[in-house]
């Protein structure tokens, strides 16, 4: 089955405590990003990767690292969180730029 | 500044008449257009999309229109379902473009009432 999987699904965490959301999809696509879900304000991108060892910056980076050392693997990396980033967090992985992309389930992120 | 606009925050419609979910657009290098829905604790999923050489796209009970002079799109589910009930999104994309990324509106929640 075609899937995007994001862990953990729930997390709290304390201000400054690094923390890495992972995500990984088996379609072997080349394109992933990483989205921040926000009231009032929609989906919004953090980062995307076109390929293994390709990243650039998306809409609101500002906060966050990433890394795509293989295909199928991109983690989303908080060095210090702060409350501003507690949101919903979403992955999501293409074949074709601005084409149909798969979603992972999300995770509700909160930074006390 | 929102190129991708979604005007109706939310939606109400009785179960068995038509939904219709309406999206303007600003950018006139948007030229393929995708209509996602979202339940609570989940991810988007896809549902249908149309590229700008076309005026209708149709999926089974979901008919995508697009009028480009206009710069509007607008999903029809027919007959609505209580299943439908979701959060829909319009996105928009500029292939040609230097940027071929997903541009999204902010959402439509749709309750379709029984």
């Known amino acids: 089955e075609a899937q995007v999987t994001q862990n953990p699904r729930y997390l709290i965490t304390v201000t400054g405590k690094k923390l890495t959301v992972t995500c990984s999809q088996n379609?072997?696509?080349?394109?992933m990003s990483w989205y921040r879900q926000d009231p009032g304000l929609g989906l919004r991108q953090i980062y995307y990767s076109m390929n293994v060892e390709v990243t650039d910056k998306g809409d609101v980076p500002e906060g966050y690292k990433v890394s795509r050392k293989e295909k199928r693997n991109f983690p989303l990396i908080l060095e210090s969180p702060s409350p501003n980033q507690t949101s919903l967090y979403f992955c999501?992985?293409?074949?074709?730029?601005?084409?149909?992309?798969?979603f992972g389930q999300g995770t509700r992120l909160t930074v006390v | 500044d929102q190129q991708v606009k979604q005007n109706s925050p939310s939606l109400s419609v009785q179960e068995g008449r038509i939904s219709i979910l309406n999206c303007d657009y600003t950018?006139?290098?948007?030229?393929?257009f995708l209509w996602y829905k979202k339940y609570p604790a989940e991810g988007p999923t896809f549902l249908i999309s149309i590229s700008s050489i076309k005026d209708k796209n149709e999926d089974g009970r979901f008919t995508v229109f697009l009028n480009k002079s206009a710069k509007h799109l607008s999903l029809h589910i027919v007959p609505s379902q209580p299943g439908d009930s979701a959060v829909y999104f319009c996105a928009a994309s500029a292939i040609r473009g230097d940027n071929r990324k997903l541009i999204w509106g902010l959402g439509t929640s749709l309750a379709v009432n029984p």
């Open positions: 950018n006139s290098m948007f030229d393929y």
């Open positions: 379609m072997n696509h080349e394109y």
């Open positions: 999501a992985s293409t074949s074709q730029l601005g084409r149909k992309a798969f």
